[in-house]
């Protein structure tokens, strides 16, 4: 099964820094690489995603990085707050396919 | 407008009991998709719908695990003589897969405990 490989696990960040996540994948045929929020007891929900046309897109404090050659990926949460705080997954797809990384969470401390 | 939502929100059961979970996708989405969720584990493919198309049952870990899509909206996932390892988090998403690049619409999830 095609894999998605996502650093770190866990994540401690002070209020105001910058959080970085990380993934890499493996297939080339991906076109859509979108990054998942998660809160306790709730679904994952769409957070940024980019096409690989681009190597940066920017929303707010939420910026993708993206490495076509490298075939990698970042998240980059600038001025992390604690509402931040949550588990991230990256995903990578394929027309109806998607398959998401394991997740890092994340914590902002006050 | 309403979202994914999925029912029940919990449920604990026995081992060797059945379990049915519901889904009820966004309006108009006619792409379904079942995730498992272990705990502090990522994401686990388990079945998507696509209209009437025969749906990919690619993920799904055993034949004890089955699915349906009823009139191509609500879907049902059911777990046949559960077992401890099926407790875990399942998912429901729903997508209009109309467009490129669509992204998927989450449910909160149905938090399965079989004891």
Known sequence: ????????????????????????????????????????????????????????????????????????????????????????????????????????RLSVLP | GAGVSQSPSNKVTEKGKDVELRCDPISGHTALYWYRQSLGQGLEFLIYFQGNSAPDKSGLPSDRFSAERTGGSVSTLTIQRTQQEDSAVYLCASRFPGLPYNEQFFGPGTRLTVL
């Not at chain 1, 696990?9 to 080339?28: H, M, P, R, W």
């Not at chain 1, 929303?59 to 001025?79: C, P, V, W, Y």
Request: proline letters at 7%; one cysteine or more; hydrophobic letters at 35%.
């Open chain 1, 1 to 104: 099964q095609q894999q998605v490989k996502q650093s770190p696990q866990s994540l401690i960040v002070q209020k105001g820094g910058i959080s970085i996540i990380n993934c890499a994948y493996e297939n080339t045929a991906f076109d859509y690489f979108p990054w998942y929020q998660q809160f306790p007891g709730k679904g994952p929900a769409l957070l940024i995603a980019i096409r690989p046309d681009v190597s940066e897109k920017k929303e707010g404090r939420f910026t993708i990085s993206f490495n076509k050659s490298a075939k990698q990926f970042s998240l980059h949460i600038m001025d992390s707050q604690p509402g931040d705080s949550a588990t991230y997954f990256c995903a990578v797809s394929y027309g109806q396919n998607f398959v998401f990384g394991p997740g890092t």
